[in-house]
């Protein structure tokens, strides 16, 4: 096949009749986001004062929330069109980026041991059955496709509705990772690294540091190293599991998660805060930015669509998250949580929580 | 990876029945239907457009060209299995929810 390069920092699909498909999701997805989402917002609510009820009361049961949205048309068209295009999107990307699976595999082969940085995969790790799902949809999730990093990589520039092509939104939230107070920033962490989009990001930020991405996905950290050794930046990857981390008591100043936490059941959090709490030196800080939990007021179309998004984009422990007290969850684990510097994306809440 | 913890099927989330929304089946694989046929009429005319461009620096009027092409039986045939895989995947929605779930298993 013709090797048709790559757009800046992203890899094209294999031939232009894919990125032309995808261009298409990428902007009926933006669509469907950022106008039908509004229309749709708003026509449940107006279903919702019809039926005499409330749009500020938490305690309001999802079960009435939902029927009074089915009442209104435009509800599962949004619904099946959401579902839609993401189905459409990950089968035509994976099926353009499978036509080359061969010289996929041997690119990351090949950059196994190339450095500035290093890439440790212990293959006595075991995936826990938590983490071994189609996460998102994604074909073979973070962990079972051997090319699902080049597959998430496309697949989310379609996600991002084309804002993130060139790590836009990773240097963004590395920008406002925040050090330590003594300002010591000399070994950094990415929990939950994907494909290193934010570990590269946190290096250009911080260029003197160490700096690590860790994920319990074998091929997303693969291709992340293979990236990285790409773009001759000197970060380091490991597979390992956020809840039991092969690294030393106090060994890190800050550590970094971007959309971890709504993707681990609930009951494993406590696990990771206590390893995040282990591996940070006393004043070390844990920049969170994440989906929003119960500790915030969310209006009912918020509500209806996280539900929608847990049931219908496989975020199957999502929802324990957001229902959760995360602030709770953070106190009992010994941090002092204040709330951290907010990015574009309202839809975020972001914590700063500090090891005493 | 782990022989206790069988990985699933590769892709089974988007190749599955997947979930519904309407009461009316026929309007769900219509919408299904109507956003492949959008992608794909985006994407033809995205190529179209690179195509002209690209013949236009060479020099060729492909505008005329095209009128005046005779498609040989092996074109034909390509041709054909290419639209054959076209209407296959526009009409995969119906195929995938003929009924509702009560009625097939």
Redesign the interface.
């Known amino acids: 096949m013709t090797d048709r390069g790559n757009l800046g920092v992203l890899p094209r699909t294999t031939t232009l009749a894919d990125e032309s498909y995808l261009d298409f999701l990428e902007s009926f997805r933006d669509v469907v986001l950022t106008k039908m989402f509004p229309a749709m917002a708003a026509a449940g609510h107006a279903r919702m004062q019809q039926d005499g009820l409330p749009l500020d009361d938490d305690s309001l049961p999802l079960e009435t929330i939902q029927a009074s949205f089915a009442k209104a048309a435009i509800v599962p068209t949004w619904q099946r069109f959401m579902r839609s295009q993401q189905e459409m999107s990950w089968r035509r990307t994976r099926q353009s980026f499978a036509r080359t699976m061969d010289a996929q595999l041997k690119l990351l082969e090949e950059t196994e041991k190339a450095g500035p940085g290093k890439l440790v995969i212990d293959p006595a790790f075991d995936v826990p059955a938590y983490a071994r799902r189609e996460i998102h949809l994604q074909p073979g999730g973070y962990t079972d496709d051997p090319i699902s990093g080049i597959v998430y990589h496309y697949g989310t520039k379609v996600f991002y509705q084309g804002g993130n092509d060139q790590d836009e939104m990773h240097a963004e939230l590395a920008g406002l990772a925040t050090p330590p107070a003594d300002g010591k920033m000399d070994r950094i962490l990415d929990l939950g690294c994907t494909i290193g989009q934010g570990t590269i990001q946190l290096k250009q930020h911080f260029p003197d540091a160490e700096v690590w991405g860790l994920d319990v996905g074998e091929p997303v950290v693969r291709y992340a190293h293979a990236r990285a050794v790409k773009l001759g930046v000197d970060v380091n990857f490991r597979q390992a599991l956020a809840e039991d981390m092969p690294f030393e008591d106090g060994s890190f100043d800050p550590v970094f998660a971007y959309i971890l936490f709504h993707e681990v059941p609930i009951e494993v959090i406590p696990r990771i805060l206590a390893d995040v709490r282990r591996i940070l030196r006393p004043g070390g800080t844990f920049s969170i930015f994440e989906f929003p939990s119960a500790s915030q007021h969310l209006p009912p179309a918020y509500r209806f669509m996280i539900d929608y998004d847990s049931h219908n984009n496989c975020e199957p422990y999502s929802l324990g998250f957001v229902y959760a007290d995360f602030h709770g969850m953070l106190k009992d684990a010994g941090f002092a949580i204040s709330e951290g510097p907010r990015s574009r994306n309202d839809f975020l809440q972001s914590i700063v929580a500090t090891k005493p | 990876?782990?022989a206790d913890?069988p990985?699933?099927a590769?892709?089974?989330?988007?190749s599955s029945r997947?979930?519904t929304?309407?009461d009316n089946l026929v309007?769900?694989n219509l919408?299904?239907s109507f956003?492949?046929l959008?992608?794909?009429v985006?994407?033809i005319r995205?190529?179209q457009a690179?195509l002209e461009t690209v013949l236009k620096s060479q020099g060729i009027d492909a505008a005329t060209l095209i009128e005046q092409h005779r498609p040989d039986d092996a074109e034909l045939a390509t041709r054909k299995a290419l639209r054959e895989e076209f209407v296959a995947r526009l009409l995969a929605g119906f195929l995938r929810r003929s009924d509702s779930k009560e009625t097939i298993a």
């Open positions: 990876m782990n913890n990985a699933p590769i892709g089974e989330e988007i997947g979930p929304y309407f309007l769900e919408l299904e956003m492949e959008a992608a794909e985006w994407t995205d190529r690179v």
